[in-house]
Nanobody, 121 residues
Framework: QVQLVESGGGLVQPGGSLRLSCAASTDGFSINAMGWYRQAPGKQRELVATITRGGITNYADSVKGRFTISRDNAKNTVYLQMNSLKPEDAAVYYC???????????????WGQGTQVTVSS
C-alpha cells in the first residue's frame, strides 16, 4: 500500500505564491515518478507537472515558468512551488505517485485526497 498526503493549500491573492507538499508512506513499495494534477469545478482533472526519480520534469504549458516541481527521494516527498498565481489556477490539487511492489514489474498509480488552492482578491 502507498498513502499520499497533500498539504500547503490555501487562499492567496492573484500574483501570490504557495508551496504544496505531498508525503508518501510506503510498505514494501518503491516510488517511481510523482506528479501533481488539478481539477477545477466543472472541469476534467488535468496534469500540472511530473517528475521522475532522476529529476526529469514535465509541465503543462499553462504553468511553465511559474510552477516548479521538485522531490526529496529520501523523504518520499514531492513539492510544487507555485508563483505568480492566477485565478484560473484555483482548483483542488492532487498528488500522484507511480510505484512498484518490491522487485515487481507492474507499476501501480496512487492518488492523494487533494488540497484546495483558492486564488482570489
Amino acid at each position: 500500500q502507498v498513502q499520499l498526503v497533500e498539504s500547503g493549500g490555501g487562499l492567496v491573492q492573484p500574483g501570490g505564491s504557495l508551496r504544496l507538499s505531498c508525503a508518501a508512506s510506503t510498505d514494501g513499495f518503491s516510488i517511481n515518478a510523482m506528479g501533481w494534477y488539478r481539477q477545477a469545478p466543472g472541469k476534467q482533472r488535468e496534469l500540472v507537472a511530473t517528475i521522475t526519480r532522476g529529476g526529469i520534469t514535465n509541465y503543462a504549458d499553462s504553468v511553465k515558468g511559474r510552477f516548479t516541481i521538485s522531490r526529496d527521494n529520501a523523504k518520499n516527498t514531492v513539492y510544487l512551488q507555485m508563483n505568480s498565481l492566477k485565478p484560473e489556477d484555483a482548483a483542488v490539487y492532487y498528488c500522484n505517485a507511480r510505484a512498484v511492489r518490491g522487485a515487481g514489474v507492474l507499476e501501480y498509480a496512487y492518488w492523494g485526497q487533494g488540497t484546495q488552492v483558492t486564488v482570489s482578491s
